[in-house]
């Protein structure tokens, strides 16, 4: 993962680098090489993957990611800005907290 064909000791990479070698032995040329890579492996052994129906989430992924993000932060701002909205007056709340603060008298309980 993150290294090239020929940093890496993986199977998959060890494999990969054998059927190359076959390949270039058998007097294959460079995009015979890539055409027989992608169908025995699939586009994912390409550097830069074509855009098709198989890869479009590949390269569509990341700004779908950050287009939902954009979204969530709006959302979460939009509703905090709703409840700040729905608060009472500043004058209402000081006039509860006034009411609550004095004592209640035997004959209004």
């Not at 090239?4 to 294959?28: E, M, P, V």
């Not at 994912?44 to 590949?58: A, E, I, S």
């Not at 939009?78 to 500043?90: G, I, L, S, T, W």
Request: glycine share 6%.
């Amino acid at each position: 993962q993150n290294q090239s064909l020929a940093d890496s000791n993986a199977r998959l990479a060890l494999d990969l680098k054998q059927q190359i070698h076959t390949q270039l032995a058998a007097g294959r040329t460079d995009q015979q090489v890539i055409d027989f890579m992608v169908a025995r492996y699939g586009d994912f052994v390409l550097y830069r993957p074509p855009f098709n129906g198989l890869t479009w989430l590949l390269w569509c992924g990341p700004f779908l990611l950050l287009a939902g993000g954009l979204a969530v932060l709006l959302r979460a701002r939009r509703a905090v800005a709703a409840a700040a909205a729905d608060a009472p007056p500043p004058e209402q709340l000081a006039r509860v907290a006034a009411l609550l603060d004095t004592p209640l008298s035997k004959e209004s309980a």
